[in-house]
């Protein structure tokens, strides 16, 4: 299994990019927003990546962090949503926005992705809604780790040393969602508190957020 793709852009395509290691190249189909996101021919890339394996077909998929190449595999569990199908909707809502739909049922923003309709956006909320905390949390709880000398992932990284890694600092709603759960509150409850709090304030920090998301979990009355 490859894990991890570092290495040198020699093009961008609409869906895909080249990778140039150390002579070797490897085609990575990326979401439109990831690829956006991404440098130019020339500039040095890496990305975490997930092999997809058909009788008569191999392919590469790139993401920045860990969380959004988790919720790829994921959404890819759901029947009738392909590779494709996943990520357009990661493109569309990025990982923070998948959380947040999947977490709050609001499968009106899965389906706003290109190719989805309302029935597998419904499919989509109904079959990972026990599964979005988990993916939420992850964002606090992924350490960078000794790499493996015999996974591939490795051979592919020290080719390329001058590639940076991505470390993504840990995003506010996973330490919210770490700190709830410390708190006591179960997985579910708090997901869909730190959902509808980050969906009023996109830009809150995670002081912030708990603040609100304990305010939405207060007892009414």
Not at 60 to 76: D, I
Not at 181 to 187: D, E, K
Request: charged share 20%; with cysteine.
């Amino acid at each position: 299994m490859i894990g991890r793709i570092a290495g040198r852009v020699e093009y961008k395509g609409d869906d895909h990019l080249l990778i140039d290691v150390r002579g070797v190249g490897y085609v990575v189909y990326c979401s439109d927003r990831v690829l956006a996101g991404l440098p130019g021919p020339g500039e040095a890339v890496a990305l975490y990546t997930d092999l997809l394996v058909r009788e008569d077909l191999l392919q590469l998929f790139g993401f920045p962090s860990l969380v959004e190449k988790e919720w790829f595999r994921l959404l890819m569990t759901v029947q009738g949503v392909g590779a494709k199908a996943s990520l357009a909707i990661l493109g569309a809502l990025g990982p923070d926005g998948v959380s947040r739909a999947i977490a709050l049922g609001d499968w009106n923003a899965i389906k706003a992705a290109k190719g989805i309709g309302p029935k597998t956006g419904q499919r989509v909320v109904n079959e990972l809604k026990d599964k979005a905390p988990g993916v939420m949390a992850m964002g606090a709880a992924v350490a960078p780790r000794a790499a493996d000398p015999g996974d591939l992932a490795e051979v592919v990284e020290t080719a390329a040393p001058a590639a940076p890694v991505p470390r993504a600092a840990p995003s506010s709603q996973a330490e919210t969602l770490s700190a709830l759960g410390n708190l006591g509150y179960g997985p579910g409850e708090a997901a869909g508190a730190v959902a509808e709090a980050a969906g009023a304030n996109p830009d809150a920090g995670t002081p912030e957020l708990i603040r609100a998301a304990l305010k939405l979990l207060a007892p009414k009355g």
